[in-house]
């Protein structure tokens, strides 16, 4: 079973930030949380990770707790083509082997 | 750079029937996995290989689904028999040396309608 929460839809004006929302209550001290998203009828891209600092690359940014139980992903300047099932993951087992177990993720709309 | 190709795109089969999947994945990428996305779910693990070896399998229906990936390059994903929950996208995916699932590049995947 995923080991995430997130909320099943959230919407977003255009040009807005989004802050897509995730629970992970029960990570352990040396797993990663990941984000993916998946565009209609395409496979998952991957996003962003991090452990426990807050992380920024050109697509996003990530926000996870101090205590390390949620973390937020902020798309800066949402446009239509952010809409998306945006999936939250903490990665179980080893650096090796680790595999990513998605759950349901959260559907984005961005609205003009 | 080349993405991970995946044939075919589409296929219709009856129940009962045999069906398999190829997967080219990103040259230079050691770890390949499978995964089967129900609508509406998402994606599964099926199968994660190492080169050559298997990973991880424990997701894998093995009384009817079996992987092999050759050479540890290209990889088939084969059902036989097919039954009709086995309707969804099965997604291959490839990672490069290293830290494997840090950043997994998907295939197009191969939507697959069992009727």
């Known amino acids: 079973d995923a080991k995430t929460t997130q909320p099943p839809s959230m919407d977003c004006a255009e040009g807005r930030a989004a802050n897509l929302p995730c629970n992970h209550s029960t990570i352990s001290g040396n797993e990663y949380v990941y984000w993916y998203r998946q565009i209609h009828s395409q496979g998952p891209q991957y996003i962003i990770h991090?452990?426990?600092n807050n992380e920024t690359n050109e697509m996003a940014s990530l926000i996870i707790t101090e205590d390390r139980k949620s973390s937020t992903l902020i798309l800066p300047h949402a446009t239509l083509r952010d809409t998306a099932v945006y999936y939250c993951?903490?990665?179980?087992?080893?650096?090796?082997?680790?595999?990513?177990?998605f759950g349901q993720g959260t559907t984005l709309q961005v609205k003009p | 750079e080349a993405g991970v190709a995946q044939s075919p795109r589409y296929k219709i089969i009856e129940k009962r029937q045999s069906v398999a999947f190829w997967c080219n994945p990103i040259?230079?990428?050691?770890?390949l996995y499978w995964y089967q996305q129900i609508l509406g779910q998402g994606p599964k693990l099926l199968i994660q290989?190492?080169?050559?070896?298997?990973?991880?399998d424990s997701q894998l229906p093995k009384d009817r689904f079996s992987a092999e990936r050759l050479k540890g390059v290209d990889s088939t994903l084969k059902i036989q028999p097919a039954k009709l929950e086995d309707s969804a996208v099965y997604l291959c995916?490839?990672?490069?040396?290293?830290?494997?699932?840090?950043?997994?590049?998907f295939g197009p995947g191969t939507r697959l309608t069992v009727t």
């Open positions: 040259s230079g990428h050691a770890t």
């Open positions: 991090g452990l426990k």
């Open positions: 290989f190492q080169n050559n070896g298997v990973v991880d």
């Open positions: 993951i903490v990665r179980v087992g080893s650096s090796n082997t680790g595999k990513l177990i």
């Open positions: 995916a490839s990672s490069p040396p290293g830290l494997a699932g840090q950043e997994q590049y």
